[in-house]
């Protein structure tokens, strides 16, 4: 073997024995490097074990305590530190905001057993539920559910013109009417029903709203006309709220006079 193959030998092996060294360096520095972890602070908080409709009586099931961090923690949230029989209190309490699963509980969404009825609460202010006999003949087939908007529309006998004979008339004496619940069904079970078929709709109205609504039924007999989801779409809730109709009921002769208790008033068409 001449000089210069060991030469070339040589420096192939220091360089193989200098790359070795640097590896371990190397994998060394990795192996001791230490890497910070910060401690979050965690809060116990009352959460739903699963979805929670509305309307629903909550039970001791649908209720657990799951780790939350403690800076997420707001005064809305029921704490187990605060409130460590929460779970005992919520029991029996009725949802009046759906719940998803792993949702805190908020105590304004739902109503305890001391606090009134379900839907004395879910009314909004100066809002009044009356309640109006239907049939699926004349509740849309069945197929209006809680919170569809619709028309109310009164069928009644009427004499033609200067003759005496009598025909039937149908005219529309409120319009875009929020209904509440149709019998006690506030809205679909979950097991795919999306048909209620009930004897009484209950709907939302003014005071004076309410009033034409139980003359209409007196005078004849009432259908509910279902409206599109599309008519409310970027409406205001202002805008979005029941309305008597210029003609129909009171078909512009100026208003209609009750009596009650003595006491005369007049609702108008021109509101």
Do not use: C
Not at 65 to 90: K, Y
Not at 236 to 259: A, K
């Amino acid at each position: 073997m001449n000089k210069a193959r060991i030469a070339v030998l040589g420096l192939a092996l220091a360089a193989a024995v200098g790359a070795a060294i640097m590896v371990q360096k190397l994998t060394g520095s990795e192996n001791e490097q230490v890497v910070e972890t910060k401690q979050i602070e965690t809060s116990q908080v009352l959460v739903a074990t699963k979805d929670i409709d509305l309307g629903s009586l909550m039970t001791t099931g649908d209720l657990r305590w799951q780790d939350w961090p403690t800076d997420a923690v707001t005064h809305h949230l029921v704490t187990r530190e605060g409130t460590p029989n929460a779970v005992n209190s919520f029991t029996g309490a009725t949802v009046r905001v759906p719940f998803v699963e792993g949702e805190p509980i908020i105590d304004r969404k739902v109503i305890r057993p001391d606090q009134g009825g379900f839907m004395a609460a879910i009314l909004p202010e100066g809002m009044r539920a009356i309640s109006v006999r239907i049939s699926p003949e004349t509740g849309a087939g069945g197929f209006i559910l809680p919170n569809d908007r619709v028309d109310v529309i009164l069928t009644r006998r009427a004499r033609s013109g200067n003759s005496s004979r009598e025909a039937h008339i149908s005219e529309t004496v409120l319009i875009n009417v929020r209904v509440l619940a149709i019998d006690q069904t506030f809205q679909d079970n979950g097991n795919g029903e999306q048909v209620a078929v009930g004897k009484t709709a209950t709907v939302e109205l003014d005071p004076e709203q309410s009033e034409v609504l139980a003359l209409a039924e007196a005078m004849g007999d009432i259908s509910l006309s279902l409206r599109s989801i599309r008519d409310s779409a970027g409406l205001s809730l202002e805008e979005n709220g029941p309305q008597i109709p210029d003609t129909g009921l009171f078909g512009g002769r100026g208003s209609v006079t009750f009596l009650r208790y003595g006491v005369t008033t007049s609702v108008s068409s021109n509101r």
